[in-house]
Every structure is written in C-alpha cells, then in structure tokens.
C-alpha cells in the first residue's frame, strides 16, 4: 500500500494515498466538490475553477519549526488567504480542507454565473439535458436571475461539424479542454486544439477528415454540457426517455462493457437502441468505447434483418414457420450419417449457443465435426487459452519493469480500446514496449524497440531467436500481444506456439499478470473457441448436411448436399441455403463472451427480438429435442452451468459469479455525472476472468506463406463487409 | 546626467554596430567570463549585486539562475521581449539601439547556467527592432562571439531570435514557452516552474531584455560597483517608460529609489496640457493607478508598494484631469477583454461581461446599478484566475473605483455617457474587433 496521508475535509477525518488530488480525496467520501475541466482521467488542468475550496495546512512556528498547537493541544491550522483549485493540489499531511464555507459557495456561485453569462441555456432542445454537469450544477449554485443582459449574449454556430462523426455547438462550449486533453493525453491524436483567445476561444478540428480518430465519442462523454454530439445520437431522444441494458460489444477481442439505451418508437411500437454508452469496467474498457462500437450497432435495427424461417420450394427460399423448419431440419439430420454432416459456427455468436452447437454435432447427430469461422483464428484459440492472461490480469497494473511485445499486430486497428490501455501502461507507467510487424502501426510511435520481419514471417521471425524478444528475461511481467494478419491457420498456430515458447523459457508462464493475448478478429472468438474445440482438421470438400450459424465468410463453408443458415441477414450463403434460421442480435438476447484476455462476461437484452428471430441456443435445442434428445435448457444461464462444469477453463464460474460488481475508482455514474461524465456505472457484473488450460501436441514449424496468405487484406477497425456496414453513420470511413 | 549604462544609444552614436560596442568595452565582459571564468563564478557576481527581474516581479536574477538544476541538460535561456503592456517600449529601444548589450547579457546569463542555447522572444510586431537585433546577431557570429568553441574554449552558445504572434498573454513565461514550443499561447499549471520544467520540458531560465542588459555591466565592474547604485532591495538602475500628458515622453533610465513620481514627472516636463495631473498608472494597465497625492513616493519596488501600487514593468502613464476614470478603465478592461487568453473562466467571462457594462456606461445607457455591478463582477474575478493577467484586469476597476469613485457618480450624474465621442469610439472598437471578439 502506498504511503497514506491523513487530512480532514470539512471536519471528517481521512487517510488517503500520497498524491491525491483534493478533488478525489473529497470524492472517497463521497463529498463531490463540483468541477467542469477536472476528470479522473485526465491530467488536471485547473482551467474552469470551479472547484475553489479553502485549503488550510499546519502552522509552523518559524523560529523553532514545529507545527503550532492551541491551547487545547489541537494542531492550528494556517489558512491560505487565497481559496485554492481542489482539482490541482495535491493533499498533504495534516491538510485541513473547507469545501462548504461562506468563501467557497460564494466561489461558486460567482464562477457559474460567469460560465452562464455566455451559455446559451437552450436545456430543453439540449441533448445533454437530464445529464448534465453545468444544468445540474446550476440547480445547485447557479442564480436564480440573470444579471446579464441577454441582448450582449455571444452568438456562435451551434451546428458546427467536427468531421462527419461529430458536431459541436460552440454557444455551449465552456471551454473546459476536457475535449482536447482526451485526445492529446488518451488517445493520442492530435486533431482537437483551441483556436483564438479570450471570450473567442473555440475548439476546432485540422485533421482531414475532420476529427479523424477511433475515440472520438467519448469526449461526447466527457463533454460537461452539450457541446459535443455525436452524428448518431444527437436529436435522437432525452436521457430521461431512455432505458438502459448492459451488454458487452461483439465487434473486437477486448469486449468492452457498454450499456444500451433504448427508446419506444411510439409510431412503429418497435423500442430501439439510440446509443451505446460505455458502463465502467476498470480491468477491461475503463470508461471508454472505440467509435466502432459506439456507432456499429445499427445492424440490430437494419431493415432487411431476416423475420421468419425460410425453406427452399420449387427452387426458391420461402416464408416458413419454425415448426416446419425445425422439422424438415431434424428430419433431414435424421436420415444422414453423422459423419456426413459438417458444422461451421462463427465467432460472433455466444458461448452458450457455440456449447449447444459442439454437443448437437458431437452428441446429437454424432461425429460431425465442428468449425468455427474465421478458420485461421479458431487455429490458435486453444493455445492462447494455455498461455493466456493469468488470474490477476489488468493491464492497469503494467508499468514499470514489465515488458509488452506486440508481435504481427496493430493494436489501435484490432482492438483500439487495449491500444488506450497499452500506450498508457508504455507510456505514462514506463513498461517496455517493443513491437515486430513487417509494416507500421501507431503502437510503433511508444516502441523502444522495434523488429521487422519479411510480411507473413513472424513465426519464422519468433523462431529465430531475435534479440529483441531478449528482454523478456528481466521483465516483472510480460504481456505479448499477436495477432494473424497475413498468416496461414498453420503458421498463426505456429506463431502462438512460438511465442508461448518465449514466454515460458523466461518464466512468465505461471505469472498472474502475463501471457499471450490475441488480436481476434470478433468479441468471442474466445469463448466459441473454447465451446466447440474446433476441428482443426481440413473443411471436407462436401458434405450431406452442412449447418452455418453465424459464418460470414464463403469460403469456410463446405459445399453440402442441404444447407442450413442461421444468420440476421440473408447473407450470400444464406441465399444458397435450403433452410435459413433467422437468429436473434446480441441485444435481443442474454449470453455471454469471452475476451481475449480470458475475461467471461454477459450481456443482457436490451429489447424484444426483431420479427420471429430467435436466439440461435434455442434453435439447437429445438432440433435436438426432435432428434430424441431430452435437452430442457430454460436459456443461457442454464448452458452455461452445463458449460462451466464440463469445461476446465470455466469450472467454478457462474451467471451469478459474472454478475457480480465491487467498487471502482473512480467513481463514475448516473447519479452524478459531474466528475466521470456520461458514463454508467456497472451494477450489472464485472465478469469473471477464466483458467488457463493445458494444451498437449509438439510445436508446429512454420511454412513459407502462400499467395493467398500475403495478398489478404491487412485489419483496419472500419473494413467493410462486417456488421457496421449497416451504421450509415460510418460510412465515409469504412475502408 | 549621468552617461546612461543601458541606453547608451544615446550617448554614444551607432553603439548598434558591434565595431563601435567593442570599442567602448563590448564583449570584454563575455571574453573573460568564457575564457577565464567558471559559470558559477558569473551566477555568483550576478547574485551579490541583487539585480531584480525588470519584466515586472521583480524576482532577484541570481537566484533564479541558481534554481536550474545542474545534472539535467539541455537547458535554455528564454529572453522575454514580448513587451506587451500598454505604455511600456524600454525593450523596444535596448533591443534596436543597443542590442549588442542584450545578446551579450543573454549569453553570460546562458553561460552561467550551463546551457548552450538561447532564444530572444520577441512580440509579433517588433519587426524592425528584430531587424537591428537579427543583424547584431550575425554581426556576433561574424565576429566569434557566438558559435561553436567560442575563444577556443570547449563552450558554444547559439542564439536565435523567435517572433511571436502579438499576444499579451505571451508575455507570462509559461505561455511564452508554449507559444515558443508552437502551441497556443496560454499559460501553464505551476508548479512544477520554469526553473526545472521549462522550454522542452527543460530547465529553463526566463529573464526579461532589460534585466539581462544589466548583466555584462556587472560581470565587467562588479557586484560592489553595481550595488552601490540604488538602494539595498532595489540595486542598481531602471528604465522607466514615460507616456500619457507629459511634454516629453520617452524612456528614462534612472537609479532606483533616488528619485521619486514627482521627479520623473518633471524630468518628462511635467504636464502637455497645461492642466494638473490626475493620476498615473505606474505599470501600464494592470498596475494600481496612483492619485497625484501621492506622486511623493520614491521609484523603486518596496516604496511603491507602501502607496498600494507597484513598480512592476515601470510604464508610467501620465493623465491629466480632464480624464475621466470611467473611459480611462473601460479602455483598459477593453484590453484586457481583447487579451484573455480564454484559458480561465473569471478572466475570459468577467471581462467580456464587465467590458459590457462599461461599454453601456459609455453608451450613456448606464445607471448607478451598474456602477455596483461593475465593483461585483470586478470582485467576482479577483482571486480567482489562473493567471495574474486575470488579476491584473480588475486593478484597472478595482482603483479606479477606489480613488475615484466620484467619476463613476458624475458619469451617470451628469450624463456623461451618450456623448458623440464616446459613440463613436464605441463604434470603431466594435468594428476593430469583429463583432465583439
Ligand atoms: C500577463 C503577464 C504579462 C507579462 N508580460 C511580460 C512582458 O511583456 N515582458 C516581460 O519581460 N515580462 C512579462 N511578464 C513577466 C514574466 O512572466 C516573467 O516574470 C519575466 O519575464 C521574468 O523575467 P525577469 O525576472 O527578468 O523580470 C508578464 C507576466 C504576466 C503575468
Ligand atoms: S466541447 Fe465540451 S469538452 Fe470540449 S472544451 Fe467545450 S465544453 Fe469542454
Ligand atoms: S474496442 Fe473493441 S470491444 Fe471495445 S468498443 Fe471498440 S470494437 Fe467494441
Ligand atoms: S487569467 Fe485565465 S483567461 Fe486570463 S490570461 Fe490568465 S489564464 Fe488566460
Ligand atoms: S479548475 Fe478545478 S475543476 Fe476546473
């Protein structure tokens, strides 16, 4: 524990860690000192001064040195005769701290009257109004009367674009920095600043496209009034119209905690999600969401989402029910041999439903095997689960001493929220990064060391020894982080293997704090990985019976003599399909993933499933039951169980034990979104972080990569052909 | 009059050209310090002769100097002429009549500290004194005063010249080294200061042009020689900025603590008009005005805060009495509302809004409820900023309200506001300021 220093706020005694910030000391305690341009995340600036207290420390005797005591023998305290910005000063030992006199509320009422000389307090056609700091803080200290004649009010754009992701209204602007300073600071693209001075100061964008980075919603987040919307909220609903589901985002291997809100179309009946927010999770997203998964969320709504079962007649795909889908499904299963049906799953769909679909191929019908798509990933997946991230995971807590390798991955393009983590560990904590990729990455920026390796050779590049990976040996902890761009199955395998080897050799193996951590392509690509124990054998060139749940990518589907689809969209293969299952979107449905860090985490629905669709969970049970098996699973809960206590990785784990909640720091939430932002808090669960398991079989040598290895397309967050295609908000940046 | 030590440009003609300043004991000083002295031995002198900061607060140079940490390089020396308070142009003249001066105490003061690279900030408008001083520059090169393994020594020193973009608030030190670093000119948390977090991030020296050509006088004749001049807290001598209703405006250099308001009043021929002097502002705008009643005080930093004032920047701005304190403060609140940087609330609103007010004054459309909301919205700021240029702003309302209250009452009395002159300044100010800017 670090040292603690003791200090009493308006009269209340407390110890707290060395170098906390008077506004955090308070906030412990639950004492909100209001502030505008103070955020726990961010480096304080002391800009709005809202935060004005009387800070009071020990009176020294100059002649002797001693602190001065009354008569009683209580310490005087020597106050300062200036009031002081809480959200600058440190605290220090015996530091006496007025947060409610005379002084201080007249600070703030005098600083709030100044912020709303110019604010255009335009609340009721505000998108911030319901949850906002200035709106509620002027509840609390603002004036009852202007005193400001409203004819000298500034006028400003109050449409302005920053980019096509964002607009900002400069009337409410109050210029608290809070904008820029995230992008400086967290994300570390340089395209907010200041322009002009005093009462004409505003914040402009000079990148092109305008506002151009993946963070870019969450100072929308952190924005203390509503100056900065984004393009896909603003005018969309009021806070206070809006329920919430917390969730978990599928699109990229760090399943960041969102919470959903949704609102009733009162014209269609349909309740609809408006936003994505993220809900704190410390040791995953922080408070922070990628514009991926803040805006990608629009497929859940898209118009041409499949409603009903088809069934192929007369050549065509027509309107069925699910008794006669389920039916012609089971009866067609029936009359084949196991071996001659093949089962294709993808990774975007829940644990749960990849769990039923392994014992439906293995249990059920009887030795189908079972693919999961993207095949390449699904290559390495049980390798990363023996060499993952150990128990007490938390990038939070690299720093120092620790070594970060990224190896064949681009942080920032894969899985932008770890790039957040990752830079902040290398770069305001010390570890060592040291990154190997044939090309350059962001993540190259904070390296201080660098490899490069032909493209498609880094197993070949980790087999060789290369120096750099020798810092490995001296390192506290060591995180190395990889991912499959231009590689085989067999050489990311290789790849995985090698670097397991790596880590091992240095003694990170047992460590609770190391491992590997891969760059997947989707949310749980863990979780379905570890369901199925995907073969990893060749997809076989043709098959009587092939069921597709949930693939997105031809060419990891056999050609079969009868097709079944699960999807949301009448995808290619859907169209090709004999039966096509429309399934439910994550956020019609619970369920849970599984990170990349191996952390186990659920999400709840968020509104009721689009036409007929159905979880894809009880779509398996349903053949099965009319195959004789006598599955009774109530929902996801249940196979979870089933899950956790068949599978090593999981065992011990429970819904209840994912939703458990402890406190975090900071505190952030709904009550009170004056210091945090916008943010939620996590009520709903954590997750729980899940076992490492042993994997047997010799090292695989690498290959030469071939031309279809080379030529596949690098990762970029926005590549098309995914499920953001359907955010129209997204459109100018996918690639 | 004595021979001036710091305007020597007018005693001896083209001291500009470095031939003329070597002849009259040019660059002796910064010879000897290279080839014969340790830096320490410079920062030392510097120290004993208790030379102040011109630049306004007056912090004693040696002991700033001795703040930079010894085992951190680089480490810069910054040369403040910025110069942006209204009525101040000291800088302006040492700068184009006698830069040699200035570069050589820049590079004494960069030898004393161990760093080997200094810059001379200039505000945007100073282009044809950045002229002279850029042409003494290279003169200095030419002439191996400057460069690398100056004297034969192991010690090189550049020094460049950066022109700001015209803005006051560039003239607080730390947004000074933001503007210089190629930000926005705004200042910077403190601590951690200059003296270990500077330019860079690097220890860093900040001195204004004044204060440093102190510096090679010093290290040629000594502390004892320096600090014989003045009195005991306030050493040596001072440029003083005349300006407003006096017969001769200009710069003055005088020794500290011998003279007094009067004296210079007088020196400057006391006043244009004909009519008695009202008052004066000792350090531009954002100096406590000082009534006439007072004019007894004597120049130098401890006497002038006995009369509540400040010697600051020492740009004394005579007005006479037809000067009514109304106009004279909103011409000062408009500066500072023009020169907000906008980083803090107090300043950035309490201007805008007491401009507002002022400019309803003015209008004619003020009533004694404004006077109050005026002193309000001055209390409102005062303590508050994250800067004294914020602070500064409501001395101009804070003195003018305390000594001469009676204006504000005859304002509105009397109807003084209305008036076609002040329309018409009202007029061309919103029109110099694009809508209010
Ligand atoms: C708003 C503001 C404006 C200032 N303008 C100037 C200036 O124009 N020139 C200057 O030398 N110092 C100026 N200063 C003082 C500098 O911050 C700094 O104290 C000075 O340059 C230090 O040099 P000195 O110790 O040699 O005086 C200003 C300070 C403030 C707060
Ligand atoms: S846009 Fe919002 S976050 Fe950015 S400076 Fe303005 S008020 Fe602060
Ligand atoms: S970082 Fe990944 S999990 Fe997080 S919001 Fe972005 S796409 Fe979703
Ligand atoms: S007081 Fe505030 S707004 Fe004014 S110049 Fe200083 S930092 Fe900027
Ligand atoms: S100055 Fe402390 S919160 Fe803004």
């Known amino acids: 524990m670090a040292d603690l220093i003791n200090l009493t706020i308006d009269g209340v005694a407390l110890a707290v860690p060395k170098g906390m910030l008077i506004v955090d000391a308070a906030k412990t305690i639950e004492k909100d000192i209001p502030v505008f341009c103070y955020h726990p995340k961010l480096k304080p600036v002391g800009l709005c001064r809202m935060c004005l207290v009387e800070v009071g420390t020990p009176k020294i005797d100059p002649a002797t040195k001693q602190i001065v005591k009354d008569e009683a023998g209580a310490t005087v305290i020597a106050w300062q005769p200036k009031l002081t910005t809480a959200c600058t000063t440190p605290v220090s030992e015996g530091m006496s701290v007025r947060t409610q006199s005379k002084p201080v509320i007249d600070a703030r009422e005098d600083v709030l009257e100044f912020l709303l000389t110019s604010h255009p307090l335009d609340c009721p056609v505000c998108d911030k109004g319901g949850e906002c700091p200035l709106q509620n803080l002027t509840l609390a200290h603002g004036p009852a009367v202007s005193r400001y004649d409203y004819a000298d009010k500034q006028h400003n754009d109050k449409h302005a674009p920053l ?441 709840w629905p968020a509104h009721p499933a689009h036409g007929e669709s159905r979880p894809d969970w009880w779509a398996f049970q349903e053949v099965a039951r009319r195959m004789g098996k006598d599955w009774s699973f109530g929902g996801p809960e249940a196979i979870f169980a089933a899950l956790a206590a068949a599978h090593p990785a999981y065992n011990g784990l429970s819904y209840a034990g994912l939703a458990a909640v402890k406190p975090q720091w900071p505190m952030v939430g709904r009550a009170e979104v004056n210091f945090g932002g916008t943010v939620y808090d996590n009520t709903a669960g954590l997750g729980a972080r899940t076992a490492r398991v042993p994997v047997g079989g010799a090292a695989e040598a690498p290959v030469e990569p071939t031309l279809a290895d080379l030529t596949r397309p690098e990762p970029a967050l926005y590549r098309a052909g995914d499920l953001i295609r359907h955010s129209a908000v997204l459109a100018g940046r996918l690639v | 009059m004595a021979k001036h030590l710091l305007l020597r440009d007018l005693d001896i003609p083209n001291i500009r050209e470095i031939e003329v300043y070597q002849a009259n004991d040019g660059y002796a000083a910064w010879h000897k310090a290279v ?227 009067q004296d210079l009043l007088d020196m400057a021929g006391g006043s244009s008009t004909g009519r008695p002097i009202k008052a004066v502002l000792p350090a531009g705008s954002s100096s406590p005005i000082i009534p006439a009643a007072n004019f007894g005080a004597k120049l130098d930093y401890e006497s002038m805060g006995t009369i509540g004032s400040v010697l600051g920047s020492c740009s004394f701005i005579f007005m006479d009495d037809s000067v009514n304190m109304v106009w004279a403060a909103r011409k000062m609140i408009r500066f500072f509302k023009h020169e907000s940087c906008g980083k803090c609330t107090p300043c950035r609103e309490g201007t805008n809004w007491a401009l507002k007010l002022y400019n309803k004054m003015l209008s004619g459309e003020g009533g004694k409820a404004d006077i109050d909301l005026i002193a309000d919205v001055n209390k409102q700021i005062i303590g508050k900023c994250f800067c004294p240029l914020g602070e500064f702003a409501t001395s101009s309302m804070t003195f003018t309200l305390k000594h001469f209250k009676q204006d504000y009452i005859d304002f509105v009395e009397k109807k003084m506001g209305g008036s076609p002159e002040f329309l018409a300044e009202l007029a061309r100010d919103a029109h110099a300021t694009h809508g209010g800017h």
Not at chain 1, 320 to 346: C, F, H, N, Y
Not at chain 1, 435 to 445: E, N, P, W
Not at chain 1, 495 to 510: I, K, Y
Request: charged share 20%; net charge neutral; proline share 5%.
């Open chain 1, 163 to 603: 980019g096509d992701l964002m607009f900002i209204d400069r009337e409410r602007c109050i210029q608290c920095a809070r904008c820029i300073r995230f992008q400086d600071d967290i994300a570390d693209d340089h395209v907010l600043q200041f322009h002009n001075r005093g009462r004409a100061e505003e914040v402009i964008t000079f990148s092109t496209p305008g506002f151009d980075s993946y963070f870019g919603g969450n100072t929308s987040d952190i924005c203390p009034v509503g100056a900065l919307t984004t393009a896909d909220f603003r005018f969309k609903g009021r806070p206070w119209e809006l329920k919430t589901a917390a969730s978990v985002c599928g699109h990229c291997a760090v399943g960041c905690n969102t919470a959903l809100n949704t609102r009733l179309n009162t014209r269609t009946g349909v309740r609809e999600i408006k936003r994505v927010m993220p809900r704190q999770n410390e040791q995953v997203n922080e408070i922070w969401l990628c514009d991926k998964g803040r805006y990608g969320h629009h497929f859940t709504h898209a118009a041409n989402r499949l409603t009903h079962p088809l069934i192929r007649k007369d050549g065509a795909l027509q309107e069925a029910t699910w008794e006669s889908a389920l039916q012609l499904i089971s009866d067609k299963l029936k009359t084949v041999p196991g071996q001659k049906v093949v089962g294709v799953i993808g990774d975007r769909l829940a644990t749960e439903d990849a769990w039923l679909f392994g014992r439906l191929m293995t249990d059920v019908i009887g030795a189908a095997p079972a693919f999961v798509s993207p095949r390449t990933a699904s290559a390495y997946a049980d390798v990363a689960r023996a060499a993952g991230l150990g128990a007490d995971a938390d990038f939070k807590a690299l720093g120092k001493g620790d070594v970060i390798v990224v190896v064949n991955g681009d942080v920032e393009e894969q899985a932008p929220v770890w790039f957040l983590r990752l830079r902040q560990a290398v770069v305001d904590r010390g570890a060592k990064l040291i990154v190997a990729h044939h090309r350059s990455t962001k993540m190259h920026r904070y390296a201080a060391g660098i490899a490069r390796f032909a493209p498609g050779a880094a197993a070949q590049w980790v087999a060789g020894q290369p120096a750099e990976l020798a810092a490995l040996k001296d390192a506290r902890n060591a995180v190395i982080v990889f991912g499959d761009e231009k590689l085989s199955g067999h050489n990311a395998r290789a790849l995985a293997q090698s670097l397991a080897h790596a880590l091992a050799e240095a003694g990170h193996a047992d460590k609770p704090n190391s491992g590997l951590v891969p760059l997947y392509p989707h949310g749980n690509t863990q979780g379905v990985c570890d369901a199925v124990d995907p073969s990893r054998g060749a997809m076989p060139e043709s098959a009587d019976v092939a069921w597709l749940a949930g693939v997105g990518d031809p060419a990891d589907a056999p050609r079969a003599g009868f097709t079944i689809v699960s999807e949301l969209f009448l995808t290619p293969l859907a169209a090709a399909a004999d039966v096509v299952l429309p399934a439910a979107a994550p956020a019609e449905r619970e369920g849970s993933y599984t990170s990349g860090d191996l952390r186990a985490q659920r999400f």
């Open chain 2, 35 to 261: 080839t014969t002295m340790k830096g320490e031995d410079v920062l030392g002198i510097v120290k004993d002769a208790g030379l102040r900061g011109r630049g306004g607060a007056g912090f004693p140079a040696g002991l700033k100097w001795s703040f930079i940490p010894k085992d951190v390089f680089p480490k810069y020396v910054v040369v403040n002429g910025d110069e942006s308070e209204p009525g101040t142009f000291k800088d302006h003249q040492l700068i184009r009549g006698n830069p040699h001066q200035v570069i050589e105490g820049t590079a004494l003061c960069a030898f004393a500290i161990g760093s080997n690279l200094a810059y001379i900030y200039l505000r945007g408008e100073f282009s044809e004194p950045g002229k002279a001083l850029e042409k003494a520059l290279d003169e200095a090169y030419a002439k191996g005063m400057l460069g690398k393994n100056l004297f034969g020594t192991n010690y090189s020193l550049d020094i460049r010249v950066h022109y700001g973009a015209g803005a006051y608030i560039c003239g607080e030190e730390s947004a000074l080294l933001e503007s210089l670093e190629g930000r926005i000119g705004q200042p910077r948390l403190k601590p951690p200061f200059p003296a270990t977090n500077g330019l860079y991030n690097k220890p860093t020296v900040i001195n204004n042009v004044e204060t440093l050509a102190n510096v090679p006088l010093i290290v040629h004749n000594g502390a004892a020689w320096y600090k014989a001049m003045g009195t005991e807290k306030s050493t040596g001598v001072k440029l003083f900025s005349v300006s407003g209703h006096v017969k001769n405006p200009g710069n003055y250099e005088l020794e500290l603590g011998k003279f007094s308001i």
